[in-house]
Nanobody
Framework: QVQLVESGGGLVQAGGSLRLSCAAS????????MGWFRQAPGKEREFVAG????????QYADFVKGRFTISRDNAKNIVYLQMNTLTPEDTAVYYC???????????????????WGQGTQVAVSS
């Protein structure tokens, strides 16, 4: 069993930056593909970024390419999401997720992630 706890959310002005952290406990996540998703009010949860087990290959949703960077520190059991040039459209609850299956790369699909954090709110003002 893996527990995930997100942190780092908050209120920021458009054009600003935030770094989200996802701390895992219970077992190591070094062999898990990890993902960040987000959910805005009235919308479905959507893929933001994913990073594979090893070597750490990453992929991004088109709407964050060039602005967000996902990374992982396996020694600390933490996954990060660096978010730059934020816009009001990025306002959402951001969730960290872990996929324990031995997939070649991270998945973009909510259903393929077994473990989820409680989410952290990101609000971007214009």
């Amino acid at each position: 069993q893996v527990q995930l706890v997100e942190s780092g959310g908050g209120l920021v002005q458009a054009g600003g930056s935030l770094r989200l952290s996802c701390a895992a406990s219970g077992r190591t996540i070094s062999t898990y593909n990890m993902g960040w998703f987000r959910q805005a009010p009235g919308k479905e949860r959507e893929f933001v970024a994913g990073i594979s087990r090893f070597p750490s290959n990453s992929q991004y949703a088109d709407f964050v390419k060039g602005r967000f960077t996902i990374s992982r520190d396996n020694a600390k059991n933490i996954v990060y999401l660096q978010m730059n040039t934020l816009t009001p459209e990025d306002t959402a609850v951001y969730y960290c997720a872990a996929d324990p299956e031995s997939r070649f790369s991270s998945s973009r699909f909510v259903a393929e992630y077994e473990y989820w954090g409680q989410g952290t709110q990101v609000a971007v003002s214009s």
